[in-house]
């Protein structure tokens, strides 16, 4: 009986000769990359480093599942290279896609399905597509068309990681594959610490920040190269990285995610940016509250004390062990034009006005200094503003949707951190993420930085991975009876 519920197939077998051939032909592969890798190591050329590096990444890719394939193209996106056809994170988006379509073809994989955060996506696509009507000349018309494919890269990775991260399980690999990115880019932030304006690969990376007043006061950016953006980063980070210190068990886990997070505190002080501090201490207070049912007097007081004295300890570590500045000192020193910060003023008084020009579609996806014979700053340094001038009020009310809908989506994980489900329990952490994240892009747009805005599409993808994973564990599932 059991037979005929769970036929079994007879398995192919591969020839003799097929497998020699095959190992032969891979051994072969492996000498080539041998030899061309050893004359590299003693005359680089940057041309067939990253050639050799996209032969390594596409066979990994081919060879892997679709959420270890994932993985390799999240430690990959950091690290981009311009080409003829584009980034190279968009060439490595596209193979992981088609790889998956085939997959699905040949019925590897389940179809496509759907998600509550795509009808605000397509919306928002759709608004980006309508703004090109108001691009004035052709020369914004490039930038702009460069900007929306690089958009639609995005997207399609988003919806590529919502497609096959669907259990706990992958939602895991994720979240370790992230913590991985993590440290490549912390490591090298420090890297640039240490060697201010030099070049770690040439012609690839090269960090155009130099020591400030005589060796002090420097900002670091890593591979975002905006030292902005590297803090937004490392905030975001920080959340995710403590939710998994307070659920990990045994010593060596906690000593690597303890680690981590030592590490992507120096670089947050290191970027010497208000701003992303002032936010993550708002989203601290926002947990305290939305955990205030679960938190214990004690251990709660012992755990201020203890991040405080880290904070002010790391701060005065930075600021006098390393050539970055004093961040509490540069927080001092703030100062407002109303109710705006000094340093924003005229970038968003700018931005506003200039929005005003086509407030319902926007100016497209290009943010040019100059429009209509006026001159503006030329970022707005706050992400709604950037919004409403790419894309109108059609593309903020369709931004607006996305937030809201992410925001219902991560609400419906309770308030336990420590909740044996890791995917509903990561539903919390990914809400407090968005809370920073609404906070922080007031004074910054992760849009304007071709490298950053995959990193935030890919938090994206992660809270709708955790919402599906959330939904899956919680659906009770049908196993059929053997006989």
Same mark, same amino acid.
């Given at each position: ?101 085939? /997959?699905?073809?040949? /019925? ?9 955060? @795509? ?87 090269? @960090? ?16 975002? @190269? ?221 849009? /304007? ?35």
């Amino acid at each position: 009986m059991s037979s005929l519920l769970y036929p079994t197939k007879p398995e192919a077998r591969t020839p003799v000769w097929a497998v020699w051939l095959e190992r032969l032909l891979l051994a072969g592969v492996v000498v080539a990359l041998g030899v061309a890798l050893g004359n590299q190591y003693l005359t680089p050329n940057i041309r067939v480093l990253a050639v050799a590096a996209a032969i390594i990444v596409v066979g990994v890719a081919w060879r892997l599942d679709m959420v270890s394939a994932i993985g390799v193209l999240v430690l990959a996106l950091p690290f981009p290279r311009g080409t003829v056809f584009g980034s190279t994170n968009l060439a490595l988006i596209l193979l992981i896609g088609i790889l998956y379509l085939l /997959r699905v073809s040949q /019925r590897l994989l389940p179809a496509p399905h759907g998600n509550p955060i @795509f009808a605000p996506v397509s919306l928002f696509c759709m608004a980006a597509v309508l703004s090109f009507y108001n691009v004035p000349n052709a020369r914004h018309l490039y930038f702009a068309l460069q900007n929306f494919w690089l958009f639609l890269g995005t997207v399609v990775m988003f919806w590529l990681v919502v497609q096959n991260v669907t259990q706990e399980v992958s939602l895991r690999r994720l979240i370790g594959f992230q913590a991985l990115s993590s440290l490549s880019i912390c490591l090298i932030a420090v890297w640039e610490l240490g060697h201010p304006g030099g070049t770690l690969v040439p012609g690839w990376i090269t @960090f155009a920040t130099g020591n400030a007043e005589g060796g002090r006061n420097m900002r670091i950016g890593s591979m975002f @190269f905006d030292y902005e953006l590297l803090a937004d980063y490392c905030g975001l980070t920080l959340l995710m990285l403590g939710f998994m210190f307070a659920r990990a068990r045994g010593t060596y886990p906690r000593l690597w995610w303890g680690g981590l997070i030592v590490l992507v505190m120096f670089t947050l002080f290191a970027t010497v940016t208000r701003g992303a501090l002032i936010s993550l201490a708002a989203t601290l207070m926002y947990v305290c509250f939305r955990l205030r049912r679960r938190i214990q007097l004690v251990p709660f007081t012992i755990t201020v004390a203890l991040l405080l004295s880290a904070f002010f300890g790391m701060n005065w570590y930075v600021a006098n062990k390393t050539g970055a500045g004093n961040l509490f000192l540069r927080m001092e020193e703030s100062q407002f034009v109303g109710w705006m910060p000094d340093s924003r003023a005229g970038t968003w008084t700018d931005a506003w006005g200039r929005w005003q020009a086509h407030p319902l579609l926007g100016h497209g996806l290009f943010y040019s200094q100059e429009r209509g014979g006026q001159k503006f700053w030329y970022w707005p340094h706050n992400l709604y503003l950037y919004i409403l001038n790419c894309t109108g009020l059609f593309g903020m009310t369709a931004w607006g949707w996305l937030m809201v809908r992410f925001f219902r989506m991560l609400r419906t994980a309770g308030d336990d951190l420590l909740h044996p489900d890791f995917a509903r329990a990561s539903l919390l952490m990914c809400e407090f993420q968005l809370v920073f994240f609404l906070i922080d892009q007031f004074k910054i747009e992760f849009w /304007r930085n071709p490298i950053y805005q995959f990193q935030v599409w890919l938090m994206f993808a992660t809270w709708a991975a955790a919402y599906q994973a959330a939904q899956a564990s919680r659906t009770p599932r049908m196993t059929p009876t053997r006989s």
